[in-house]
């Protein structure tokens, strides 16, 4: 099914009649008729009731309206994206977004490269590690993620350039309900495993600056932030959880921070690898760089 066909016969329904619809698709009537009734012949198939006057479409036809629009405007967005792709030298421009950040500063970045460069853009989740592979692999040409200035051997390798986005918070946080446990020595827990970024960063900036006598009650281990904040919205623990992604639940009362635990600053980088320097990648990395600071963000 041609796109041409599918506006020649959704012409006929908005109008009512083949005359206004040729007027609409700017064809005369007589060359329009023809072309209706090569659609019927490709087909094999009648559309049109030509026994009344005007002549209109069959309700069967009729019927499948919501089905026909749905089709054009999926064609429609197939041969744009063809277009770009084509234009862009192939896929546009793709990114490795830390898990959280995919939820939190992303949208900022899609939103942001949309409306100043006609190109889609892929995104990708992952850990942090698997950001960087992305990049070293190809499959990514930039990755957004954090960065721990205390971090020693956590730091980014030379192998990357970088640039900061901002400045986000690590802060611990509970569901109301949890007020009680976190006045005892022994406070449920949600925690990192020990070989993914923020498990590193708990382990060297969170664990040993809590308060003498405090100990941590693993309930819950996962990877995923988004699944960490699911887990305290429920009362599992206190969970330690990036300031951006918490902040709508903090305001509206779903979880409290929880007061006398550390939390601890990390940056947001946006991330390359280092001596890129295609004219594609360029444009994205001055106009991220150059852009008002992401809402959410230090």
């Not at 009649?17 to 094999?44: D, H, K, M, N, W």
């Not at 005892?184 to 003498?212: C, K, M, N, W």
């Amino acid at each position: 099914m041609q796109l041409d066909w599918i506006d020649d016969i959704l012409a006929v329904i908005d109008t009512g009649s083949l005359a206004r619809a040729a007027e609409q698709r700017l064809l005369t009537q007589p060359a329009f008729t023809r072309r209706v009734r090569g659609i019927e012949t490709r087909l094999g198939a009648v559309l049109f009731d030509r026994s009344r006057k005007p002549v209109t479409i069959l309700p069967g036809v009729m019927a499948m309206e919501p089905e026909l629009r749905e089709l054009s405007a999926r064609l429609r967005r197939l041969e744009h994206d063809l277009k770009i792709s084509a234009e862009s030298g192939g896929r546009g421009v793709a990114f490795a977004c830390q898990h959280a950040i995919t939820a939190t500063i992303s949208p900022w970045i899609v939103k942001l490269l949309t409306s100043a460069q006609n190109q889609p853009v892929r995104v990708r989740s992952g850990n942090r590690d698997a950001c960087l592979m992305q990049l070293l692999s190809g499959d990514a040409d930039f990755a957004v993620a954090y960065d721990w200035t205390g971090g020693g051997n956590l730091a980014l390798p030379d192998a990357f350039g970088t640039r900061a986005l901002g400045t986000d918070q690590l802060v611990p946080v509970a569901a109301p309900a949890l007020r009680p446990a976190l006045a005892q020595a022994e406070i449920p827990a949600i925690t990192y495993p020990s070989d993914v970024f923020l498990g590193r960063v708990a382990s060297h900036a969170i664990h040993p600056r809590l308060p003498d006598g405090t100990v941590l009650l693993p309930k819950a281990e996962t990877a995923l932030t988004l699944a960490a904040c699911e887990y305290a919205l429920d009362g599992i623990g206190v969970a330690w959880l990036p300031q951006s992604l918490v902040r709508p639940h903090l305001e509206a009362g779903r979880l409290l921070r929880v007061p006398g635990l550390p939390a601890e600053e990390l940056s947001v980088m946006m991330i390359r690898l280092a001596g890129r320097s295609s004219r594609q990648e360029e444009a994205v990395w001055r106009l991220l760089g150059d852009a008002p600071d992401c809402p959410g963000l230090s």
